[in-house]
């Protein structure tokens, strides 16, 4: 990590991406739509300018993201064989623990790349195209294209919207500018099917997944003169509905957005004695102090932890600690 | 209704408001986010051009617009005692049923205009500013404040947000393009906290809604291989949940966004013998004629009806009915 962040320029980038011939581009681990639609679209725009390109990542490209052509050409970084190459690029990974099994490439990559718009980005690599300034690692990419003055075809338009939408919750948060939605128009002006993604990525929802949410939302609860609400998931759940915990993923929201609330938090039982908690705030709290407090971490307005103790001990500890921080 | 559908330029619609002094805006009957926020901008399009404006509809203003500010001048077109003015306009109305009360006013009116981008449209004013191209009435209000070469003011921006973000579904479906986007751009310049009012049109739920939605999703069931999902909400439910029928409004989309599912339905029992059906469907199915065959109505991807009988046999005939459409 070096301490000064001196961000390199687009036109720097590009010189390094044109000097070389075999490139590997790398995603980082637990991959969403950002990281894997930039990569795709870098890796289209690699291929048109005559390079050889070697998708990585650490994990599988998750199913919802299988919508996206050509999602199978991204190997395990576990499994990639290549040992002569000239750069890799990291996409999305604010830190090189971001690379995953990866990591070894990267170390021994004659030219290290980083592109990210994380603002905890740790400028970890010999260039450093970082803007934390934009919402998504593929508003990065996309100037790549103008920069590299290439039109963008019509089968990487939904690569780009991919990772435009996901890291703004299909445009309800985050750095969303006028360059953001400039950027989307052209998306639609070069063909993009944006009705046919947006349901594929942002409405459809599986099964599991409101079998759950159906649970946790009969348990809905409030304290503090609804300030605070929490919905709790037990083994029972679990079993009844024949899911598994991972299928809850992103249900607290539920919670969070609804009239007066400001702070939240879902209680999942993983097994006996064992319960995460996902804990949600609007500003001007913060719930990263309450999972530190818990031993977990996060973000200021998302974070979380997990507490070794019985169910009802646990959720009653935290409706403690969060009542002490908004009441 | 005219039967040649000549829809009036731009320039005429801007040269008619400029003759006119007194001016009376209207929006649709159950107004939605469309219609309010054309209505809201472009009262303050013709107050920066001078007129005085008077704002109407049949219905009040819901709860969810109040986050746009000035909704409060919204007048109920019942209450409305203005008899003298030159120029009466409907935003967002395909035809004049949808006026509701304002209809005498617009009877009377020596000037009737009609802005919208309904394909249904009935061409009823003697201006018609209609292009069914666009995916919002507020993109054509957006038009019209390029045309007058007015600024969009900051107070402005959340008005044509609502307006194009509630038509799309938050940019989910209908007819967006490269300029909607530049517009949505344009706002984003002109100082739009599209985070603030993304959040509170299109994440925030109410209680009773949720409510309603556990309830409904624990009711969840498929048929015909997964290829039709359906809910059910009865008397007992609204009962238990110390819930009204209407807050179920949107509920059925749930149902829909699911894997492999081509049609659905939900079943709510509004009282005793009375079942009301929500239909939706995906591309290529048809579910208004469905609705149809009930004797109901509505659009080809989501439609609706009501069978007086008990709530098992009519959920009996709508699941055969369906099966048949899509098995």
Redesign the interface.
Known sequence: MTNRKNPSSIQDTLKAIMGAQRIILCAHLQPDGDTIGSLLAMKALLERLGKEVTAICHDPVPKNLHILNGWEAVQLASECTIDRFDLFCALDCSDSDRLGDALPLFNKAPLKMVIDHHASNTFYGDINYVDSKVAATGNLVFRLYEAAEMEIPIEVTPYLYAAL?SDTG?????Q???????Q???L??AGLD??RY??AL??????DF??L???A??S?SFICDGKISYMCLTQQDFKESETAPESAEGLV??AL???GVQMCFLATETRENRVKFNLRAIQPHNVAEIATHFGGGGHVLAAGCTLEMPFEKAVSLMKERMSQSVC
């Open positions: 939408s299909n445009f309800a948060f985050g969303m500018d006028e360059e953001f939605f400039v989307i128009s052209n639609l002006k944006i009705t947006s349901r942002h409405l459809m929802k599986e099964v409101v079998k949410l159906s649970r939302l009969a809905l929201n539920y957005n609804l009239p």
